[in-house]
């Protein structure tokens, strides 16, 4: 007897420009009209890259970066071979301007959004190959902040290049096994030198130590930090210095590859552990305060990783809907389930409110760079970014989460390439700053900048006046929120500042998702759009004043202590 058994069919991507409305409906508000007519193409055309790309990401699953350390007659040669998904990633990221779009400024202000919406696009299918595209555009912000001429004429045109021959990407070489967030403790030394004749770049130091955890190890260029012979301790004494990794004979400059790390997730960027023996670099920007010389790139890189988390859990949910089309339970598709609706319904209010934060993040760089900014954008953005970054890193992991579950079984097996989806999602909240790392830097925005409190309260007041519609009381409750936690955080700073630091990530939490509502109602009523308003109402039964929680005995809870 011949036996046919029932195969499921997969879900499958369409156009992700044309399939994702809410992308199109926010940059129809963010663009004026001709910027959007001229750049739709562009966004259309990433779309579908990224449909055409899916399925080579599912084939290449099982490769991942290979380290040879020795030729075959014993010399050390310490090559990385990136993955094929990887090699054409680098192509088309050049071609399609997914860096140099932000620093071409065809749109002005316009053109971090343009930007963006690119990387949102592109990034899920190329197996996080967003990675080294954030350090690289970090790079490009911090060479030009530093105003370092021949570092800038050298490298800028690479890193901002449409030419894949002669398009570079640029590593960041900041943690160390001393610290990762804590960068202050760096114990690289640098030593001044004057051998360093030949190089690029005029260098000025030679750099001794170990970088514990260093992405895009394959990149032409890195910048990273050490301390010159003599400096103090902590981020004031460190500095701030570009290098390029390999010679004019493709040999690496007194770098040695320890290894690559073994990762629970996004296994296709080449993670090493470098030390560094004496590693020619230039001093970007004189020889102390490199930790505050760096913040141009963790602002980017930050709003990188947000855009990649609302991208990501983009991604996983247009797989759940396709399939809930396609996968028949109990004598009905999912997508006639109520409960399964009612899931899926939870699920992408939260990718849309993270969406509408992220791009108001976005668009403010972009003012910012500009030389068009509205007044208080430089004071938000000092704080906003954190919180973006924060809360849509929250958002993502517990998003795809229930999205694997989505698909029962399924989503639990590795070659239906949906696990990978929450593995690279997991390091969204670590990478540039864990959450708490984060929570604090929005806590000392605020305490240490007089104009943050106030911009923001006008910002909460003008989203609320804006909201006079069905859902008036929406926002009413989320800028009430904001108002509390602001006073919260005046208050209790100035009598305790222990408890400001515990509960510091409940504070940012709450500004983070109360912002998100706010923005989402906004646009909900701005446009009138059914489904945005049904997204806005549902975000809103969601917890987001989380100082309102009781706190219990965190001591007692966290560290199990014997009280009896």
């Not at 009209?33 to 779309?47: I, N, Q, T, Y």
């Not at 973006?388 to 590795?414: C, D, H, I, R």
Request: hydrophobic letters at 45%; one cysteine or more; a neutral charge.
């Amino acid at each position: 007897m011949d036996f046919a058994p029932f195969n499921q069919p997969p879900p499958r991507l369409g156009n992700q420009w044309t399939e994702d409305r809410a992308l199109r409906s926010l940059l129809a508000r963010r663009l004026p009209d001709a910027v959007l007519a001229e750049v739709r193409p562009s966004l259309e055309r990433m779309g579908a890259l990224a449909a055409e790309l899916y399925p080579l990401s599912l084939a290449d699953r099982q490769n991942e970066p290979v380290l040879t350390t020795w030729s075959p007659w014993g010399e050390r040669i310490d090559e990385i071979e990136i993955t094929p998904l990887w090699k054409r990633a680098e192509a088309i990221a050049a071609e399609e301007g997914v860096v140099a779009t932000a620093y071409e400024r065809r749109h002005g202000a316009h053109s971090r959004v343009h930007q963006f919406a690119l990387a949102y696009l592109f990034g899920p299918s190329t197996d996080i190959y967003s990675c080294p595209l954030a350090m690289t555009d970090g790079a490009a912000r911090t060479l030009l902040a530093s105003g370092h001429r021949e570092a800038i004429e050298r490298a800028l045109p690479r890193l901002t290049s449409r030419e894949p021959a002669t398009f570079w990407t640029s590593g960041q070489w900041m943690t160390e096994s001393t610290g990762g967030s804590d960068v202050g403790r760096s114990e690289t030394v640098a030593v001044e030198a004057s051998d360093l004749g030949g190089l690029p770049v005029a260098g000025t130091h030679r750099l001794h130590g170990r970088k514990w955890f260093t992405s895009a190890t394959t990149s032409q260029m890195a910048l990273t930090l050490a301390r010159p012979e003599g400096n103090g301790p902590g981020g004031r004494g460190l500095a701030l210095f570009y290098l390029e990794l390999r010679d004019e004979r493709g040999r690496l400059r007194h770098i040695e590859v320890n290894r690559l790390k073994d990762k629970l997730g996004t296994r296709k960027v080449p993670t090493a552990e470098l030390m560094l023996r004496g590693t020619p670099a230039t001093a970007l920007a004189g020889t102390e305060h490199g930790v505050r010389h760096i913040a141009p790139m963790l602002n980017v890189t930050r709003t990188w990783n947000a855009v990649t988390a609302v991208a990501l859990a983009r991604r996983g949910l247009a797989l759940a809907r396709d399939y809930a089309r396609k996968r028949v339970a109990f004598g009905a598709p999912l997508a006639d389930k109520p409960l399964h609706l009612d899931t899926l319904a939870g699920l992408v209010a939260e990718q849309i409110a993270g969406l509408h934060l992220v791009f108001d993040v976005v668009a403010r760089i972009g003012r910012v760079e500009a030389g068009q900014a509205e007044e208080h954008d430089e004071a938000l953005l000092r704080l906003l970014t954190p919180l973006a970054k924060l809360t849509t890193g929250k958002q993502t992991v517990a998003v795809l989460s229930e999205v694997l579950e989505s698909f029962g079984g399924a989503g639990y097996v590795e070659d239906t390439g949906l696990p990978v989806l929450l593995r690279d999602a997991q390091v969204l909240p670590i990478w540039e700053g864990t959450t708490n790392v984060l929570s604090l830097d929005a806590v000392r925005a605020l305490a240490t900048s007089p104009e943050t409190g106030p911009a923001l309260l006008a910002e909460v007041a003008r989203l609320r006046a804006a909201c006079t519609g069905p859902l008036a009381r929406t926002a009413s409750d989320a800028a009430n929120a904001i108002e509390r936690a602001l006073r919260w955080l005046m208050e209790t700073g100035g009598t305790s500042p222990l408890d400001v630091e515990a509960g510091a990530r409940r504070f940012a939490l709450t500004l983070g998702r109360s912002l998100a509502l706010l923005r989402l109602a906004e646009h909900a009523e701005a446009t009138g759009q059914a489904d945005a308003r049904a997204a806005a109402e549902r975000f809103a039964s969601a917890p987001f004043d989380l100082l309102a929680a009781p706190r219990g005995d965190v001591r007692l809870l966290a560290l199990g202590l014997d009280e009896g």
